[in-house]
């Protein structure tokens, strides 16, 4: 062989060997297209190396993909393939029960990166009530995704607090416990679609919050602990201070107290506890309108709800709004219905047919018939009698329904004709005689 075929021999080989170079993706995961885009990234043709890789760093997560040797990649950490381009493998997030992190946060720390093998999907589920994330090559949650499983098919896209749904208490104890405003509620550790926050407490110093669902749960399902309040209406609702002060309208009139209140609510004097959630109330009663601290409400105004048209509410300045106080007064006619007379406290007002700016009703009696009405509508006849307070046939009131007094003995005997007068006199006389 002469020289010149043997160079051109060489150089034939070595192109040859150029040619069946692999050229794998070569990056790591300080370039975010490595994990999400791997497509973009630059290949580079390997020399002297057999396999294509992916591998995650234990302990880091970081991601690698590059050329090597074929004993160069331990199984679990690392993968490789011998074909151009094929180190495309997906990267998941994997964490599971041990970690407690994988099911109360995102769990979007690079540290849970995972290369995967033969998937092409990551999963999150709940098993046992916690959450497991990692890599899935069959999709073990059928047909579709559930609230507890969930299937996707991007880098990383099993990150997420899961499910999407669960509740988000404080979780602490003690002194820093008290005031959580400035905290962010957490997931509770363990999944139950029907999960309620819970708070206990003695003092500012001994409070405790937390998850129903945590198995050293201060105020677990079915605890009858009268210091235990739990809560489901929002995440985070076990906010409350072992003791707050409240601010509330504190008003009571029938005109200027029914409007919607704009000025400043007002400082309640006894400070509420976490117990107690209701802070202020609105009541219409008798034809006045009623703002104030539900703990400073007089027991005399009843059970606070719609039966007594009353509504509480539960943050600073929340009864604020216009109040209906439509004025009332018992009508009847003793004539008519004998309950008017001695029974007219059960009988129910009635809204007045007509309206002034003061507001009355009124009682009395004339020639042995009782009436009771609202002042607005009487005659004039009636209206200048019940405004004489020397004319003790009728009486005034200026609350709802007040007018329900039984007429006195003597209004009644001054009420009564002449004729009857006569009549008692003689029967009284007739029956002094007979004793006689």
């Known amino acids: 062989m002469t020289a010149n075929k043997f160079y051109v021999l060489v150089i034939v080989l070595i192109a040859l060997n150029i040619c069946q170079a692999l050229d794998c993706y070569d990056c790591d995961s300080s370039d975010e297209n490595c994990i999400k885009s791997v497509a973009s990234v630059n290949k580079t043709a390997c020399t002297g190396e057999d396999i294509c890789y992916t591998k995650t760093d234990t302990g880091t ?10 004993d ?22 994997k964490c599971d029960a041990t970690d407690a992190s994988c099911s109360q946060t ?12 033969v998937s092409n999907s990551c999963i999150k589920q709940v098993k046992d009530k916690q959450v497991v994330r990692g890599c899935v090559a069959d999709n073990p949650c059928g047909s579709a995704n559930t609230d507890t499983c969930n299937v996707c098919k991007d880098a990383n896209c099993n990150v997420g607090i899961f499910p999407e749904k669960r509740r988000l208490c404080h979780q602490c104890e003690n002194s820093s416990c008290n005031d959580v405003s400035s905290a962010s509620p957490t997931p509770c550790l363990l999944y139950d679609a029907a999960e309620k926050c819970y708070t206990k407490g003695d003092s500012a110093d001994t409070m405790v919050r937390g998850c129903q669902s945590d198995t050293a749960a201060k105020c677990s ?75 400073e409400r007089d027991e005399q105004l009843g059970t606070c709800s719609e039966e007594t048209s009353c509504t509480s ?14 004025f009332t007064c018992v009508r009847c006619r003793s004539d008519n219905f004998g309950g008017c007379r001695n029974n007219a406290a059960n009988i129910g007002g009635e809204k007045c047919s007509n309206s002034t700016a003061e507001e009355k009703c009124f009682w009395g009696q004339w020639d042995g018939i009782v009436l009771r009405g609202c002042l607005s509508d009487a005659d004039y006849l ?13 009486h005034t009131c200026t609350t709802s329904n007040c007018n329900t007094k039984a007429p006195s003995g003597a209004s009644t005997l001054q009420s009564l004709g002449v004729g009857l007068n006569l009549l008692l006199v003689f029967g009284f006389l007739s029956a002094r005689w007979r004793v006689l």
């Open 382 to 394: 009636t209206t200048y009698q019940c405004n004489n307070p020397k004319d003790n046939r009728c």
């Open 61 to 70: 997560g970081k991601v690698t993909r590059g050329c090597g040797a074929k």
């Open 72 to 93: 160069s990649c331990p199984s679990g950490n690392c993968f490789s393939c011998s074909e151009d381009s094929c180190n495309t493998h997906i990267i998941c997030k």
């Open 106 to 117: 995102n769990a979007d720390d690079a540290k849970y990166n995972q290369v995967c093998n």
């Open 313 to 326: 509410c539960a943050s600073a300045g929340c009864n604020k709004a216009a109040l209906d106080v439509t």
């Open 221 to 295: 399902a079915g605890n009858t602990d009268d210091k235990c309040l739990t809560c489901d209406s929002a995440d985070g609702c076990n906010n409350l201070k072992f003791e707050r002060t409240v601010s509330c309208f504190q008003c009571s009139d029938a005109t200027d107290c029914a409007e919607a209140q704009d000025s400043n609510a007002t400082e309640c004097s006894k400070p509420v506890s976490y117990l107690q959630a209701n802070e202020c109330y609105s009541q219409v009663k008798n034809g006045l309108a009623l703002r104030g601290c539900f703990i």
